[in-house]
C-alpha cells in the first residue's frame, strides 16, 4: 500500500527521443489508475520508470515518502506484470510463483503458503505442477499476475497485460483484474492503448500523447469534460463526431453555424457563458464535437426540440441493439469517411431509417463540445479562465453591472467611453465593497468554482477555499484584468518575474579549523549567475540541479529563475536593473524595472526611481531548464 507523487517527470532517451515531459500527479493509496494512448505516447515509458527498469532524465518520483529515482528496482517495492507473461518454461507454475520470493529467501513453508494464498485467489490451484506450455494464454496470466502478488507489493505495475488475450478472455480477466485489486487493497498503475478498458478499469485515467499528459481525471469526467479535441475523439465509440464552425453571440442567444453546410443552430448565452467572448464574434473558427448519443432522429425528440440540423444518410451500421447511422451534415457530403461534415447517429430499432434519405436531427446542447482551432484546447473549461463584462469608464470610475469602482492611478489614462473589461475568474477577491450573492460554490479540480450574482450577472470566481452560498461582498484585483475602451487597451500585469541565468561552481579557500587552528582551505561552491552577479546556491537548488541533469550539462545549460513580484525586493545589492515606472494599483503598488532586455514587475511599498538593484529570495525560486523546458523546481 502506498501513495506516489510524480514531480515534473522526463525520459530523454539516449538517441534524443523525448519520450515523456513533464509528466505530474499525485496517485493516491489504493487507486486504480490507467494511463492510456496510442502506441508510442510514452505510457510504458513511464511505467517503467516507476518500476525502476528505466533511469528518470529529470523530475522526481516518490513511493510513499521515499525519493526513488536512485533506488533500485528490487528495493522499490513494486511489482510489475507484463504482456508477454515472462514466464520461465523449464519451471512449474508453482516454481514460476515462487521464483521471485526465493531469491530474496524467503523461508519455504512462508513461500508455501504465499503461493497456496495467489493460487487461491486467481484460480489456477489445480494447475500449480503444470509448466506454462500446458496452460492457455489467459492461465499463463494469472501466472504472472500470481508471482506479483506473493511478492505482496506496495505498488502493482502492469503493462498491456490482456493484449496477448482474445476479446472475450480479455473481457474476463479485466474483471477478475479489478476483483484482485479489491482484495488486495494495493495501488495498481495500468498501461494499455485499449479506451474501453480504461474506461472499465481506471478509478482514474491519464491519457498521453506525444510523451504529454493531456488530461488526469475519472472515466466519467474525462467522457463528459473532455478538456481537448484529442481526449474527446479518443474517448467513446464510436468516436465523437468533429465539425468546423463559427459562434456569433446575439443578445441572448449564441448563433451556431456549422461550415460547409447551411446547418445553424441558436442556443441561450447561459449554455456557453464560459466562453471566452474572443470565440463569439462570428468569424473565429472552432471545432464542434458532438457525441453519437447526443444527436437524435427520433422524430418526436426532433419535432420537441429547437436544436435540429438537416443530416442526409449514407450508411447504416447495424449492432444488434441499435445501430449507427451515418450521415453528413453537407446534402453533397460523404458520410462514409471522417470529414468535417460527417457524422455518427446512435438509433434504437423504433423507427426505421434509409440510406439516401434527409432527416432532421435533433442535437443535445448540453452535451456539446467546442475547441479551439489552433491549440485544440475545450473553449468551454470546467474551470473558467475569465469573465467578459461591458463597462463604462466615467468621473475616473469604472461602472459595470450595475456598481462601479474607482479607476486605480494605473488605469486612469484610460479614456472615457463604453468598453469592456476581462476579468479572470482568479481576480475576484472575497474582501472588496461589492455587494454580491455566491449562487453556488463547486468542488472541480482541487479548486473552487464559485458562481457569483452580482448586478443581475454571472460570474465566475475559482478559489482555493470554498465560499458559503449567500450575500457576500467581492473586489477586484485591477491588476489582472484587461480594459478596453474604444482604441485604448490596458493588459493585466506581468506576475512572472523570469531572471535568465547560469549555474556556476567557484574554486574558494575557506576558513576551516584544524586541531584548534583556523586554516583557508579549498572548497568548491555554487553560484547562481543573473546579469554579472552570483548569488549563493540554495542546498536545495543545487541539488536539484545536480539530481536531474547529466554531470556536464550542469555548469554549461542556461537557467530560468522565476519568482513572483512578492519575492524579489529593491534594495542596495542584487540584480542591477532600471526603473521605467510605477503601477499603482491603489492598494498595491509595483515597479516596472528594465533588466537586460527584460522589464519585471516587483512589488514595492516606498517610491522608487531610477538604478535599482533586485534581491530574489531564493528559498522561493521556481526553476526551469532552459534549453529544454524541463521545469526542476
Ligand atoms: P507506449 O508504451 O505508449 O507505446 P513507449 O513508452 O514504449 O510508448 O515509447 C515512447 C517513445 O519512446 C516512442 O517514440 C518510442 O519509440 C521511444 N522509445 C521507447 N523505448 C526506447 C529506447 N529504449 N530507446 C529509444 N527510444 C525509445
Given at each position: 500500500?502506498?501513495?506516489?507523487?510524480?514531480?515534473?517527470?522526463?525520459?530523454?532517451?539516449?538517441?534524443?527521443?523525448?519520450?515523456?515531459?513533464?509528466?505530474?500527479?499525485?496517485?493516491?493509496?489504493?487507486?486504480?489508475?490507467?494511463?492510456?494512448?496510442?502506441?508510442?505516447?510514452?505510457?510504458?515509458?513511464?511505467?517503467?520508470?516507476?518500476?525502476?527498469?528505466?533511469?528518470?532524465?529529470?523530475?522526481?518520483?516518490?513511493?510513499?515518502?521515499?525519493?526513488?529515482?536512485?533506488?533500485?528496482?528490487?528495493?522499490?517495492?513494486?511489482?510489475?506484470?507484463?504482456?508477454?507473461?515472462?514466464?520461465?518454461?523449464?519451471?512449474?507454475?508453482?516454481?514460476?510463483?515462487?521464483?521471485?520470493?526465493?531469491?530474496?529467501?524467503?523461508?519455504?513453508?512462508?513461500?508455501?503458503?504465499?503461493?497456496?494464498?495467489?493460487?487461491?485467489?486467481?484460480?489456477?490451484?489445480?494447475?500449480?505442477?503444470?509448466?506454462?506450455?500446458?496452460?492457455?494464454?489467459?492461465?499463463?496470466?494469472?501466472?504472472?499476475?500470481?508471482?506479483?502478488?506473493?511478492?505482496?507489493?506496495?505498488?502493482?505495475?502492469?503493462?498491456?497485460?490482456?493484449?496477448?488475450?482474445?476479446?472475450?478472455?480479455?473481457?474476463?480477466?479485466?474483471?477478475?483484474?479489478?476483483?484482485?485489486?479489491?482484495?488486495?487493497?494495493?495501488?495498481?498503475?495500468?498501461?494499455?492503448?485499449?479506451?474501453?478498458?480504461?474506461?472499465?478499469?481506471?478509478?482514474?485515467?491519464?491519457?498521453?500523447?506525444?510523451?504529454?499528459?493531456?488530461?488526469?481525471?475519472?472515466?466519467?469526467?474525462?467522457?463528459?469534460?473532455?478538456?481537448?479535441?484529442?481526449?474527446?475523439?479518443?474517448?467513446?465509440?464510436?468516436?465523437?463526431?468533429?465539425?468546423?464552425?463559427?459562434?456569433?453571440?446575439?443578445?441572448?442567444?449564441?448563433?451556431?453555424?456549422?461550415?460547409?453546410?447551411?446547418?445553424?443552430?441558436?442556443?441561450?448565452?447561459?449554455?456557453?457563458?464560459?466562453?471566452?467572448?474572443?470565440?463569439?464574434?462570428?468569424?473565429?473558427?472552432?471545432?464542434?464535437?458532438?457525441?453519437?448519443?447526443?444527436?437524435?432522429l427520433?422524430?418526436?425528440?426532433?419535432?420537441?426540440?429547437?436544436?435540429?440540423?438537416?443530416?442526409?444518410?449514407?450508411?447504416i451500421?447495424?449492432?444488434?441493439?441499435?445501430s449507427?447511422i451515418?450521415?453528413?451534415?453537407?446534402?453533397?457530403?460523404?458520410?462514409?469517411?471522417?470529414?468535417?461534415?460527417?457524422?455518427?447517429?446512435?438509433a434504437g430499432f423504433q423507427h426505421e431509417y434509409l440510406?439516401?434519405q434527409?432527416?432532421?436531427?435533433?442535437?443535445?446542447?448540453?452535451?456539446?463540445?467546442?475547441?479551439?482551432?489552433?491549440?485544440?484546447?475545450?473553449?468551454?473549461?470546467?474551470?473558467?479562465?475569465?469573465?467578459?463584462?461591458?463597462?463604462?469608464?466615467?468621473?475616473?470610475?469604472?461602472?459595470?453591472?450595475?456598481?462601479?469602482?474607482?479607476?486605480?492611478?494605473?488605469?486612469?489614462?484610460?479614456?472615457?467611453?463604453?468598453?469592456?473589461?476581462?476579468?479572470?475568474?482568479?481576480?475576484?477577491?472575497?474582501?472588496?465593497?461589492?455587494?454580491?450573492?455566491?449562487?453556488?460554490?463547486?468542488?472541480?479540480?482541487?479548486?473552487?468554482?464559485?458562481?457569483?450574482?452580482?448586478?443581475?450577472?454571472?460570474?465566475?470566481?475559482?478559489?482555493?477555499?470554498?465560499?458559503?452560498?449567500?450575500?457576500?461582498?467581492?473586489?477586484?484585483?485591477?491588476?489582472?484584468?484587461?480594459?478596453?475602451?474604444?482604441?485604448?487597451?490596458?493588459?493585466?500585469?506581468?506576475?512572472?518575474?523570469?531572471?535568465?541565468?547560469?549555474?556556476?561552481?567557484?574554486?574558494?579557500?575557506?576558513?576551516?579549523?584544524?586541531?584548534?587552528?583556523?586554516?583557508?582551505?579549498?572548497?568548491?561552491?555554487?553560484?547562481?549567475?543573473?546579469?554579472?552577479?552570483?548569488?549563493?546556491?540554495?542546498?536545495?537548488?543545487?541539488?536539484?540541479?545536480?539530481?536531474?541533469?547529466?554531470?556536464?550539462?550542469?555548469?554549461?545549460?542556461?537557467?530560468?529563475?522565476?519568482?513572483?513580484?512578492?519575492?524579489?525586493?529593491?534594495?542596495?545589492?542584487?540584480?542591477?536593473?532600471?526603473?521605467?515606472?510605477?503601477?499603482?494599483?491603489?492598494?498595491?503598488?509595483?515597479?516596472?524595472?528594465?533588466?537586460?532586455?527584460?522589464?519585471?514587475?516587483?512589488?514595492?511599498?516606498?517610491?522608487?526611481?531610477?538604478?535599482?538593484?533586485?534581491?530574489?529570495?531564493?528559498?522561493?525560486?521556481?526553476?526551469?531548464?532552459?534549453?529544454?523546458?524541463?521545469?526542476?523546481?
Amino acid at each position: 500500500m502506498a501513495s506516489l507523487s510524480l514531480k515534473h517527470i522526463y525520459k530523454v532517451y539516449p538517441n534524443g527521443v523525448k519520450a515523456v515531459s513533464d509528466f505530474c500527479m499525485e496517485i493516491a493509496d489504493k487507486e486504480f489508475i490507467v494511463f492510456v494512448g496510442p502506441s508510442g505516447c510514452g505510457k510504458s515509458t513511464m511505467l517503467r520508470m516507476i518500476a525502476g527498469l528505466e533511469d528518470i532524465s529529470a523530475g522526481e518520483l516518490s513511493i510513499g515518502d521515499t525519493v526513488v529515482n536512485d533506488v533500485e528496482p528490487k528495493d522499490r517495492d513494486v511489482a510489475m506484470v507484463f504482456q508477454n507473461y515472462a514466464l520461465y518454461p523449464h519451471m512449474s507454475v508453482y516454481e514460476n510463483i515462487a521464483f521471485g520470493l526465493r531469491v530474496r529467501k524467503m523461508s519455504n513453508a512462508e513461500i508455501h503458503e504465499r503461493v497456496l494464498q495467489a493460487s487461491e485467489i486467481l484460480g489456477i490451484k489445480d494447475y500449480l505442477d503444470r509448466k506454462p506450455k500446458e496452460m492457455s494464454g489467459g492461465q499463463r496470466q494469472r501466472v504472472s499476475l500470481g508471482r506479483a502478488i506473493v511478492r505482496d507489493p506496495k505498488v502493482m505495475l502492469l503493462d498491456e497485460p490482456l493484449s496477448n488475450l482474445d476479446a472475450k478472455l480479455r473481457t474476463q480477466m479485466r474483471a477478475e483484474i479489478l476483483k484482485l485489486h479489491a482484495k488486495l487493497n494495493t495501488t495498481f498503475i495500468y498501461v494499455t492503448h485499449d479506451q474501453v478498458e480504461a474506461m472499465t478499469m481506471g478509478t482514474r485515467i491519464v491519457v498521453m500523447k506525444n510523451g504529454f499528459v493531456q488530461q488526469i481525471d475519472t472515466p466519467k469526467n474525462l467522457y463528459l469534460y473532455p478538456g481537448n479535441k484529442f481526449v474527446a475523439g479518443f474517448i467513446g465509440t464510436p468516436q465523437m463526431s468533429f465539425f468546423e464552425g463559427t459562434m456569433t453571440k446575439n443578445g441572448d442567444k449564441v448563433d451556431i453555424a456549422f461550415k460547409y453546410s447551411e446547418a445553424k443552430i441558436s442556443v441561450p448565452y447561459e449554455q456557453l457563458i464560459k466562453v471566452r467572448p474572443k470565440y463569439l464574434d462570428g468569424k473565429t473558427e472552432v471545432y464542434i464535437g458532438i457525441r453519437s448519443e447526443d444527436i437524435t432522429l427520433d422524430p418526436d425528440a426532433v419535432a420537441a426540440s429547437p436544436y435540429k440540423i438537416k443530416v442526409v444518410i449514407s450508411h447504416i451500421e447495424e449492432l444488434g441493439d441499435e445501430s449507427l447511422i451515418y450521415g453528413d451534415i453537407n446534402m453533397q457530403g460523404d458520410g462514409y469517411v471522417e470529414s468535417s461534415t460527417r457524422v455518427i447517429i446512435k438509433a434504437g430499432f423504433q423507427h426505421e431509417y434509409l440510406a439516401g434519405q434527409v432527416y432532421e436531427a435533433a442535437i443535445n446542447i448540453d452535451r456539446m463540445h467546442f475547441f479551439d482551432k489552433e491549440t485544440e484546447e475545450t473553449i468551454v473549461p470546467r474551470l473558467p479562465e475569465v469573465n467578459d463584462v461591458d463597462c463604462e469608464v466615467k468621473n475616473g470610475k469604472m461602472h459595470f453591472l450595475g456598481t462601479s469602482l474607482p479607476l486605480p492611478p494605473a488605469l486612469v489614462s484610460c479614456p472615457e467611453g463604453k468598453g469592456n473589461m476581462l476579468l479572470p475568474s482568479n481576480a475576484l477577491r472575497f474582501d472588496g465593497e461589492l455587494k454580491a450573492k455566491v449562487v453556488s460554490c463547486e468542488q472541480i479540480l482541487g479548486k473552487y468554482l464559485v458562481s457569483l450574482e452580482l448586478g443581475g450577472r454571472r460570474l465566475f470566481a475559482v478559489t482555493d477555499e470554498p465560499k458559503e452560498v449567500g450575500a457576500a461582498k467581492i473586489g477586484i484585483d485591477c491588476k489582472r484584468i484587461t480594459l478596453s475602451v474604444g482604441e485604448a487597451k490596458f493588459e493585466p500585469m506581468e506576475e512572472l518575474v523570469r531572471f535568465e541565468g547560469t549555474f556556476e561552481k567557484k574554486k574558494e579557500k575557506v576558513d576551516t579549523e584544524v586541531r584548534g587552528k583556523i586554516k583557508k582551505k579549498d572548497a568548491i561552491n555554487f553560484y547562481l549567475g543573473i546579469q554579472g552577479q552570483h548569488f549563493p546556491a540554495p542546498e536545495f537548488i543545487a541539488k536539484k540541479v545536480f539530481a536531474t541533469l547529466a554531470p556536464r550539462e550542469v555548469f554549461s545549460s542556461p537557467f530560468y529563475y522565476d519568482f513572483t513580484p512578492y519575492d524579489v525586493t529593491i534594495g542596495k545589492e542584487g540584480v542591477p536593473g532600471t526603473v521605467e515606472s510605477i503601477a499603482d494599483y491603489g492598494d498595491e503598488k509595483f515597479a516596472k524595472v528594465r533588466v537586460g532586455d527584460k522589464v519585471v514587475c516587483i512589488r514595492t511599498d516606498s517610491p522608487v526611481s531610477g538604478q535599482v538593484c533586485l534581491a530574489p529570495d531564493f528559498d522561493k525560486a521556481g526553476v526551469v531548464e532552459a534549453k529544454r523546458g524541463i521545469k526542476l523546481i
